[in-house]
């Protein structure tokens, strides 16, 4: 069966680095389009940023622009996101997601997911 294990999280301070893993089995990874999705306690679970099947188009929320980088390893079968200069208001739980080809911004688009890493900013 599909598996996605995500890695990476824990707690930083405001203005700090890190680096998500999301790893999947189960599934022709190359085939896939990833993305990030996040939940805060209390919120919606919202959209961060999506990777094509190859890696040659990525999408980012405006809240992630210019601080996330998402990137591909098929090879790995891994899907990465540099996370830089986090901010309090980035504190959520953070899921990747997988879906046929090409990238989606909605939930609902994506047919696999993880159970998540928590991701804690101080400030």
């Known amino acids: 069966q599909v598996q996605l294990v995500e890695s990476g999280g824990g707690l930083v301070q405001t203005g700090g680095s890190l680096r998500l893993s999301c790893t999947a089995s189960g599934l022709t990874f190359n085939t896939y389009a990833m993305a990030w999705f996040r939940q805060a306690p209390g919120k919606e679970r919202e959209f961060v940023a999506a990777i094509n099947y190859s890696g040659g188009s990525t999408y980012y929320a405006n809240s992630a622009k210019g601080r996330f980088t998402i990137s591909r390893d098929n090879a790995k079968n891994t899907m990465y996101l540099q996370m830089n200069s986090l901010k309090p208001e980035d504190t959520a739980v953070y899921y990747c997601?997988?879906?046929?080809?090409?990238?989606?911004?909605?939930?609902?688009?994506?047919?696999?997911w993880g159970q998540g890493t928590q991701v804690s900013v101080s400030s």
């Open positions: 997601a997988a879906r046929r080809w090409t990238i989606a911004t909605i939930a609902s688009d994506y047919n696999y």
